[in-house]
């Protein structure tokens, strides 16, 4: 897809950074990392949703510190997924999460996750908060997840389906730029995780 885009395009600076954005596969697949976060942060905000659940394989390359371009973000997600999101119970959430946050790491399926926080033990989780809150069974929240992972890829749940879900129309990769483009520049501390995934 690179060709036509125009390899002027391609180069131009969108953002800079403080530093690198973690993308390496032999990482993102196996721990939370900032740049998995910040991607989730970018559809979370896209879709003015609660939490979002991005997939450790759509993560294809860090970003080196310093100036971003286009051809940069394209080298990350070069698969044009759509965001989309689901609005559900928390007692909804809480089973999508049974399943979502229990992969095995090593794999794509590993998600990445933004607004959320959890303890995963026993294949189970519990002490989960939203924004902050315990997650309540009976409200409702909405968070998104790629397009893929909507139809059931990586073995997420198929949620294309649901009565709350939405497909947003937007590609990930061109979210990403939009994001890092208004936050730039990206501290990239800010996305480090700090210990909202508990694995016990």
Same mark, same amino acid.
């Given at each position: 897809p690179y060709q036509d885009k125009g390899q002027e395009? %391609?180069?131009?600076? &969108?953002?800079?950074?403080?530093?690198? %954005?973690?993308?390496? +596969?032999?990482?993102?697949?196996?721990?939370?990392?900032? %740049?998995? +976060?910040?991607?989730?942060?970018? /559809?979370? @905000? +896209?879709?003015?949703?609660?939490?979002?659940?991005?997939?450790?394989?759509?993560?294809?390359?860090?970003?080196?510190?310093?100036?971003?371009? $286009?051809?940069?973000?394209?080298?990350?997600?070069?698969?044009?997924? &759509?965001?989309?999101y689901v609005d559900m119970t928390g007692n909804e #959430?809480?089973?999508? %999460?049974?399943?979502?946050?229990?992969?095995?790491?090593?794999?794509?399926?590993?998600?990445?996750?933004?607004?959320?926080?959890m303890v995963v033990e026993n294949n189970k989780v519990?002490?989960?908060?939203?924004?902050?809150?315990?997650?309540?069974?009976?409200?409702? $929240? +909405?968070?998104?997840?790629?397009?893929?992972?909507?139809?059931?890829?990586?073995? $997420?749940?198929?949620?294309?389906? /649901?009565?709350? $879900?939405?497909?947003?129309?937007?590609?990930?990769?061109?979210?990403?730029?939009?994001?890092? /483009?208004? /936050?730039?520049?990206?501290? #990239?501390?800010?996305?480090?995780?700090?210990? @909202?995934?508990?694995?016990?």
């Amino acid at each position: 897809p690179y060709q036509d885009k125009g390899q002027e395009q %391609l180069n131009i600076k &969108i953002a800079e950074s403080n530093g690198k %954005l973690e993308g390496d +596969r032999n990482v993102v697949r196996f721990e939370q990392t900032n %740049l998995g +976060r910040l991607i989730a942060a970018a /559809h979370m @905000e +896209r879709a003015k949703a609660d939490f979002a659940v991005m997939n450790s394989g759509g993560v294809r390359d860090s970003i080196p510190a310093g100036n971003i371009t $286009y051809k940069d973000v394209l080298t990350v997600q070069p698969f044009g997924n &759509i965001v989309t999101y689901v609005d559900m119970t928390g007692n909804e #959430v809480l089973d999508y %999460l049974n399943v979502v946050a229990t992969k095995p790491v090593d794999s794509g399926a590993y998600a990445q996750f933004y607004g959320v926080s959890m303890v995963v033990e026993n294949n189970k989780v519990h002490d989960v908060k939203i924004g902050g809150k315990a997650l309540n069974p009976t409200a409702t $929240y +909405r968070f998104t997840i790629p397009s893929f992972n909507a139809a059931g890829g990586d073995g $997420y749940p198929k949620i294309a389906d /649901h009565a709350g $879900y939405v497909n947003t129309g937007f590609v990930d990769a061109e979210v990403l730029k939009e994001y890092l /483009h208004k /936050h730039s520049p990206i501290d #990239v501390n800010k996305f480090a995780p700090k210990g @909202e995934i508990v694995y016990k």
